[in-house]
């Protein structure tokens, strides 16, 4: 049991190092942050003002401390421009990118693991192989060229779906399908590899050898064993999938907390942009651990090794 | 599928210099061209101001190319240095640099190299500035794992205690095994950085008007996706095509190096 504090204190360990990188970011602005932030023509006064509410007139030490207090009671601070509490614009784009990120998962899953048993099953056949070459290069595929790419054909083209806005059911479709199709390919791979690993096992051989059929073999007894690493993949990609809506979301105008970032930065609006970077950082980090963690207990051969 | 990397980068590579040959202006500007379709004057169209398409394709990925290779010998210059210190010392030292990659490995994707590129202003230095500062973790990771296994190997042993000095021992006795490994991982980074670069650029991060880059072109593309089709349709497909071979010839280094990146 003490190497699940282990790992409990090196979670922590690198959350706190986030916490101090995005705190840091504001530092690393060239020169004045309030100037950049509010403008050459501002007055003395809103720039002290800006200045004492950021607290950035107190040594480093004591800024930090203060960030630390206030993430503690919720409180992320406010926009600059808007002068809304930033957790309330929070509390609006979250589950926007969350639903987005969920459905993708739901098609890359779908279309993923399906596709990944096909190519396992007729391993190193033409379908094997058109499918492997297919998978291998859409993922690396970046999302700003994917996007675009289906925006074109199902929305200019074709006319089936809205080209961006988030104003009709059918608007989640094309941005969920750039992001899924990217995550499908890679459970295609590492469903095809995995299964491919388990059905040399012993355990196969003698399901064979009882005379089941290849259906029940590769359902019930291979796919069981092969599923834990995938599983695994599908919460690491999910980390994944709340970074790459950034670039989505801006693609198709879908209000998320990815567009938040990039709206931020546009307008400066760094306190918004700090809050976003660490928003997304922490989910990522949070559902890592909660994988690492489900894996660790689903599968009693590993064991944590500190 | 070696055949067609080569095909690809030789094409880009012969095109980019028969532009500067012909000396095709990506800047100039022809108003009654705006949006223009493939034509004689505009072999593949023009953009929304009327500049030529093929000459900011040509200029873009010279640019591109140019800031990949700063960005992977710098990150790659201060990974392996990080990395063969970690792998070398272990102990603490090795604890507290590796701490530190976790906390950068912590913001998922471009996440990081986007926070940098915010705070830091858009333009040309600034991106490769972000792309240096987040793009050095893997090369420590992959070096630090290398020198680890290397660190206790007999040669290395007998250099030590023949007397040879620490530098010595990890850059003539450690680094020259490294060398194949990171050949490689210098490839695929170089296409990771393009594509980062491009992702920059597309969110108006990166490289800023009027100097071209492909991600602010397929920007644009998309801008006027409704009335000029082609213009997404032909900036998609050049990037395609040279993410295509940059990884397809990094599979091939790989299998022709017999890089075995796990131990």
């Known amino acids: 049991m003490t190497s699940i504090f282990k790992q ?83 509390k609006t784009r979250y589950p926007a990118t969350v639903k987005l990120a969920l459905l993708s998962l739901l098609i890359g899953i779908s279309i993923g693991i399906p596709l990944g048993i096909f190519a396992a099953l007729k391993a190193n056949h033409w379908q094997d192989i058109v499918v492997t070459l297919v998978s291998v290069r859409l993922s690396a595929m970046p999302a700003f060229w994917l996007g675009p790419m289906l925006m074109l054909i199902f929305a200019v083209w074709l006319g089936w779906l809205p080209v961006s806005g988030m104003e009709s059911n059918t608007s989640i479709i094309l941005p969920a399908l750039t992001l899924g199709f990217g995550l499908s390919a890679i459970l295609t791979r590492m469903t095809r590899t995995s299964l491919l690993e388990v059905l040399n096992d012993d355990y196969i051989r003698t399901a064979r050898a009882k005379g089941l059929t290849e259906k029940t073999v590769i359902l019930r007894h291979a796919l069981r064993a092969a599923l834990l690493p995938i599983i695994t993949i599908v919460g690491l990609q999910m980390g994944s999938l709340l970074a790459g809506t950034v670039i989505t979301e801006t693609i198709f105008s879908w209000d998320g907390i990815g567009r938040l970032l990039v709206e931020s930065i546009e307008k400066r609006d760094y306190p918004v942009t700090q809050a976003c970077v660490l928003v997304v950082a922490l989910s990522y980090v949070l559902v890592n651990f909660v994988t690492d963690v489900l894996y660790r207990m689903a599968d009693p051969r590993v064991k944590f090794a500190g | 599928m070696k055949k067609f990397a080569i095909t690809v980068l030789s094409f880009w590579l012969i095109a980019v210099m028969l532009g500067r ?243």
């Open chain 1, 8 to 90: 409990i204190s090196s979670f922590a360990t690198v959350i706190f190092g986030v916490l101090l990188l995005t705190f840091l970011l504001i530092h690393l602005v060239p020169g004045d942050p309030v100037e950049v932030m509010l403008g050459e023509s501002a007055s003395t006064a809103d720039r002290d003002m800006l200045r004492a509410d950021l607290g950035l007139n107190q040594p480093v030490v004591t800024q930090f401390s203060r960030y630390l207090i206030k993430l503690a009671h919720g409180d992320f601070g406010q926009s600059i421009h808007t002068k809304t509490p930033i957790i309330e614009m929070l």
């Open chain 2, 21 to 263: 040959l012909f000396g095709l202006n990506p800047n100039s500007i022809d108003l009654n061209a705006i949006l223009s379709t493939p034509s004689a004057a505009y072999w593949l169209g023009a953009d929304d101001l009327g500049r030529s398409i093929l000459a900011r394709l040509l200029r873009g990925v010279e640019v591109s190319f140019v800031v990949a290779t700063v960005v992977t010998v710098v990150t790659m210059t201060i990974g392996v240095l990080v990395g063969l210190i970690a792998g070398f010392y272990g102990g603490k030292i090795d604890q507290f640099l590796m701490k530190i990659t976790d906390i950068f490995l912590a913001f998922p994707g471009i996440l990081l190299a986007i926070a940098f590129a915010a705070v830091l202003g858009p333009g040309l230095v600034n991106l490769t500035i972000a792309l240096s500062m987040t793009g050095w973790v893997s090369y420590a990771r992959l070096t630090r794992g290398q020198t680890l296994a290397l660190r206790y190997r007999q040669h290395v042993l007998a250099a030590e205690s023949l007397g040879a000095t620490v530098p010595r021992l990890i850059f003539r006795h450690i680094l020259p095994l490294l060398a194949s490994i990171l050949v490689v991982e210098a490839t695929y980074s170089l296409a990771s950085v393009m594509i980062a670069e491009a992702s920059l650029s597309f969110l108006g991060l990166g490289i800023q008007a009027p100097n071209a880059s492909w991600g602010a072109m397929l920007r644009d593309g998309v801008r006027y996706m409704l009335v000029a089709p082609h213009y997404v349709l032909i900036v998609g497909l050049s990037l395609m095509s040279l993410i295509l071979a940059i990884n397809l010839g990094g599979d091939y280094l790989r299998d022709k190096l017999d890089v075995r990146t796990e131990k």
